[in-house]
C-alpha cells in the first residue's frame, strides 16, 4: 500500500487511509486514559458515574442526530434500502440505550433529572446540531455517524480483552459497546461510508476528513470531561 496514490489504492480504502494518517489521535480517542482506567481496573468510579451521566444527555441528543441521517439517507443514497436498514437498527439500538442508562443511573444512585451539560458535552452537542442542517450532506453525515460509533466500539472492546482487569461491575457497560453485534453494525456504517466516499468529489472527500477530525477530537475532549469530573 505504500507510496500508492488513491486511485492506486481504490477510494473505497478512503476511512483507512485516515485511520493511518490520523492514528495518533484516533488511538487517542480509543485508548484515552478513561479507557485505559476501566482496563486495568483503577477506575474511580466517581469518574464512571460523571460519564454516565453526561453521557445519557449526549445520547438524548445524538437520537434526533441519527434521524437526521436517516433524512438524508431517503433521497443522498445511492443505496437508500439497505441504509435506512442500518440507520433504523442504530435507532433501535439508541432506543435500548436509553432505557439502559436509566437502569444503570438507578443502580449507581445517579439522578438523571440533576445533570447539568458539562462544556465539552455542550460542545459535542452543538456539533452534532450542526450537522442535521439540510445543507449538510448524506457523506458527511454518515461519515460523522460511523466515527462516533467506531470510537466506542473500540474504546469499549479494548476492555474487554483477554487479561484486562475490567471490575466485574463494568462489564456490562462494556460489552453495550464492546459486543460482536455492535462492530459488525460498525462495520456497516464504516462500509456505507466508503462507498458514499467513493463517488464523492475532492471537496466533499476533505470536508468529510474534517469532519471525522472533529468527531475524534470532541470524543476525546468528552473522555477528558468524564475523566476529571466530580
Ligand atoms: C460520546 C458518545 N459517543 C458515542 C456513543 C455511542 N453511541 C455514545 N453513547 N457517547
Known sequence: MEGKTREEMGKSMITETWL?????LYLGATRHPFIRSIRDGNIDLSSFK??????????????????????????????????????????????????????EASKWGVQLSDIVPQKANQDYCRFLESLMSPEVEYTIAITAFWA?????????AHCLEDGTKTPAELQETCQRWGNEGFGQYCNSLRK???????????????????TFLRVVEH???FWNMSHGGT
Not at 493511518?20 to 495518533?24: D, E, L, N, T, V
Open 20 to 24: 493511518r494518517k490520523h492514528r495518533s
Open 50 to 103: 460523571t460519564w454516565l451521566g453526561q453521557d445519557y444527555i449526549f445520547v438524548r441528543a445524538f437520537v434526533p442526530f441519527v434521524a437526521s441521517v436517516l433524512t438524508k439517507a431517503w433521497k443522498g443514497s445511492d443505496d437508500s434500502s439497505n441504509d435506512m436498514e442500518v440507520i433504523l437498527g442504530g435507532v433501535a439500538a439508541l432506543n435500548d440505550e436509553i432505557s439502559w442508562f436509566k437502569k
Open 148 to 156: 462516533i460509533e467506531a470510537v466506542y466500539q473500540e474504546s469499549f
Open 192 to 210: 456505507i461510508a466508503d462507498r458514499q466516499l467513493e463517488k464523492a468529489s475532492d471537496d466533499i472527500i476533505t470536508k468529510a476528513e474534517a
Open 219 to 221: 470524543e476525546v475532549e
